[in-house]
């Protein structure tokens, strides 16, 4: 049965959902121009190189370990980081300083009041905490992993004494409650010669209101065998792998991401895709305005 916090959670995802559906993504399949390039602007971070040290350094060995995709947790401006888990781990109720997002990658993660029913979130769930609110994270897998960002710095943990309300609320969105939409179901782009795609990406929308802020987040599922470009056209789009195996080509490499790796860019870029793995790529985006994903056709 639905209790009052599920039933508000449940009307801030549908709002969220409604608003962000007015103005977002492209998802389309067209022939891909031959002269788009992936530009110099582009950035990525395998997770095999990421240099990995603990989140709570008060904690010391019973911290959580943290590796650094993009920005500097403990800096002032925004972040994006992997927190890894051993299995079992429970935190004591603590409270952060600065709101978070967080998707899982691996295993099972818990993020709740402190005296809330175990709701265990698979690989491909996101979840918000709002700063000054008191909460526990737990992990009941062997291995897992999240990505974290953060919209100002620096990341720290405080006791639940310092609590505050910042007016936000909690969001937990399971895996299977994510609405996925490919170019058949986006009624406002215009494709008068393509049909629906059975071979191109999807898209389901996560947070932000492009009608009011342009920054918004966003995952995007490729099919195996897909190759395309995924074209920024803000000041920054952040990407991290949450499941499958992508390659993208940079500097006259093509680099294999598994889940965990990034890739990133600052201003107008083409990123070229493609999903090698025996399952499905499903990728995060994190966007300071829009991006189109243009998945090339299949040769007749």
């Known amino acids: 049965m639905l209790n009052i916090r599920n039933i ?45 040290g603990p989140l709570n350094p008060a904690r010391g060995d019973q911290s959580p370990k943290a590796g650094q995709l993009w920005g500097d947790r403990t800096g002032s401006g ?109 009624t406002w782009v215009d494709q008068p010669e393509m049909p629906a795609s059975t071979h191109g990406a999807k898209v389901a929308f996560l947070w932000g209101n492009p009608q009011d802020d342009p920054l918004n987040g966003t995952l995007i599922k490729l099919p195996t065998g897909f190759t395309g470009e995924i074209q920024s056209h803000g000041s920054t789009f952040r990407a991290v792998v949450v499941q499958g195996q992508s390659s993208h080509p940079l500097s006259g490499k093509t680099n294999t991401l598994e889940p965990g790796s990034y890739f990133g860019s600052e201003g107008e870029t083409v990123h070229k895709v493609s999903c090698t793995a025996t399952e499905e790529c499903v990728i995060y985006v994190r966007a300071e305005g829009k991006y189109d994903v243009v998945a090339s056709l299949p040769k007749q």
């Not at 993504?25 to 891909?32: E, Y």
């Open 8 to 52: 508000k959670i449940f009307l801030i995802l549908s709002l969220a959902f409604v608003v962000t559906v007015l103005g977002n993504t492209l998802v389309s399949s067209q022939d891909l121009d031959p002269n788009s390039k992936t530009t110099s602007t582009a950035e990525i971070v395998l997770k095999s190189e990421i240099q990995w």
């Open 78 to 186: 925004p972040s994006g980081f992997l927190v890894e888990f051993v299995d079992g781990f429970s935190s004591p109720p603590h409270i952060h300083n600065v709101t978070y997002r967080g998707m899982v990658i691996h295993g099972l993660l818990h993020n709740d009041d402190p005296g809330a029913h175990k709701m265990w979130l698979p690989a491909g769930s996101f979840w918000t905490q709002p700063a000054g609110e008191v909460h526990v994270t737990a992990a009941d897998d062997s291995h897992n992993l999240a990505y974290i960002e953060i919209e100002e710095g620096p990341y720290l943990v405080r006791p639940p004494e310092a609590t505050f309300d910042n007016g936000e609320r909690p969001v937990n969105v399971d895996k299977s409650n994510l609405v996925w939409l490919n170019a058949s179901n986006i």
